[in-house]
């Protein structure tokens, strides 16, 4: 077994033999790779941490209005530029091809809601706000495809491959807290990256030179699955107003969110918290909703001149995440960093504490039913929540293992029942939906081991248990 430098050697080497990917690309993971084994991945000092004041993590109520003469919006939209992530595949839910082009509401995608906003905003203000979308290796082709589509919109749309190796690479790795060991013998390609290259990849794109020719300031990032991440002048207006470089939008956290990151004070620095960062006694508290009341959305609004000042500079070292896996029976770690604890690099940087309707991301068929439901409108591609429901709270839902893939969940479905009135939905076994059926209160259907079990057209079931025709 190699030593850790016999290991970062062999590895160079091993690396060097990859004619797909550039030297950039090659340097940038062998970097990584040397932080990690010099221990740069090291969990956070506890005691260290303190909780951020408003100064730090503004509340949203508290930015000022902005105007509403056109010629001033007009301003602030010329200086912006929306990025989408778009690397992710929509595997989880049983599609192939990039998760974007999942149809989410009325027949329309999510790529499809993106640049029906960004249209209206430039039709209703003569504006020209940009669309980027950064994919990964895997999204890249199919997204030049689909993007056609969109050749005679008003907007102009890029689209960018992110660096394949830089941040995220699997390799069959040893590893002991005194001696981290690399085995490279069988050299990994690399798998779905996160999106922690997202500011270097920009650069290296060449899109950040030319979007700084043409006056454009700030670029608010997102990922493409989330349907509340949608352009926001209030907070726009108040980064440029107090030369803020980065913000990142928090939202308070509930139960469902423990395991999402945090903005914390840290040194005299604001910084996000993960759990991969956090030390093992210290995991309950971290998922308390007492102690760490915000989570990261991964909204982020960054001075787009600040990315180029850091990325010359390589200052953008965030912290590894080592994520272990097992892929086809080998042991391999990931390495990850994560754009939102970029943070702490920027001037001025700051977390905007959102209201909840910001994060609306489509995970699982679970998610889909609550956008493709009366719990929510659709108006100029922007999806807003249904007011006819008084508890602001969604309900949760819990679909078995038959509704995981969007096909079977869309078949299993005459039609998305009404739950405005729903608090909570249980299904399992081989269930089925007819038309028109309206849920209220606690309901659970569970079809028996064997049976299939239809709930018929029109049906209006409140606060029951249903495990059989019987039961309705």
């Known amino acids: 077994m190699a030593t850790a430098t016999h290991s970062l050697s062999q590895l160079k080497t091993a690396t060097a033999a990859l004619n797909q990917i550039s030297e950039n690309e090659k340097n940038g993971f062998l970097s990584l790779v040397a932080r990690y084994l010099s221990g740069e991945a090291q969990q956070i000092e506890w005691s260290k941490i303190q909780t951020p004041t408003d100064e730090v993590v503004v509340p949203y109520d508290s930015l000022a209005p902005t105007s509403d003469d056109p010629a001033e919006i007009k301003k602030l939209l010329d200086k912006l530029v929306v990025l989408k992530l778009n690397g992710g595949l929509g595997t989880t839910m049983g599609c192939t091809g990039p998760k974007s082009v999942i149809e989410v509401r009325n027949g329309l995608t999510f790529l499809d809601l993106i640049v029906i906003q960004i249209e209206n905003l430039n039709s209703k203000y003569g504006c020209k706000v940009p669309l980027l979308l950064m994919n990964s290796f895997n999204t890249h082709e199919d997204t030049l495809k689909i993007v056609e589509k969109y050749s005679k919109s008003n907007i102009e749309i890029h689209s960018f491959n992110r660096m394949k190796q830089l941040t995220y690479i699997l390799f069959p790795w040893i590893y002991t807290a005194q001696d981290p060991r690399i085995v490279v013998d069988d050299f990994l390609p690399p798998y779905p990256p996160g999106h922690g290259d997202v500011f270097p990849s920009l650069y290296n794109s060449g899109k950040l030179d030319a979007l700084l020719s043409q006056g454009k300031e700030y670029v608010f990032v997102a990922n493409s699955d989330n349907l509340g991440a949608v352009v926001d002048l209030k907070i726009l207006n108040h980064l440029i107003t107090n030369k803020n470089e980065y913000c990142m939008e928090v939202t308070p956290k509930t139960l469902a969110d423990v395991k999402g990151g945090t903005l914390i004070s840290y040194e005299g620095k604001v910084q996000l918290l993960e759990i991969a960062q956090v030390p093992d006694q210290h995991v309950n508290e971290f998922k308390s909703i007492e102690k760490f009341k915000i989570f990261n959305t991964n909204n982020l609004w960054v ?50 504490n959102v209201p909840r309707s910001r994060f609306l991301p489509v995970k699982a068929t679970s998610d889909l039913l609550l956008v493709q439901s009366d719990l929510y409108i659709l108006e100029d591609g922007y999806v807003f929540r249904n007011k006819a429901r008084t508890n602001p709270a969604n309900p949760s839902i819990e679909l078995g293992p038959e509704f995981k893939k969007v096909g079977n969940f869309l078949s299993r479905f005459k039609s998305i029942p009404s739950i405005v009135e729903l608090d909570s939905l249980k299904v399992a076994g081989d269930v089925w939906f007819g038309a028109n059926i309206t849920l209220k209160g606690k309901v659970s259907v569970v079809a028996k081991s064997g049976e299939k079990l239809e709930i018929p057209d029109g049906a209006v079931i409140q606060n029951k248990e249903i495990n059989g025709p019987q039961d309705l």
């Not at 080592?322 to 939102?340: F, M, R, Y």
């Open 303 to 352: 001075n787009l001149k600040a990315i180029k000042r850091l990325v010359e500079a390589d200052a953008l070292k965030m912290e590894i995440i080592p994520n272990p896996k097992e892929v086809d029976g080998v042991k391999v770690l990931q390495l990850e960093t994560a754009a939102g604890a970029a943070i702490k690099f920027f001037d001025h940087a700051i977390g905007i």
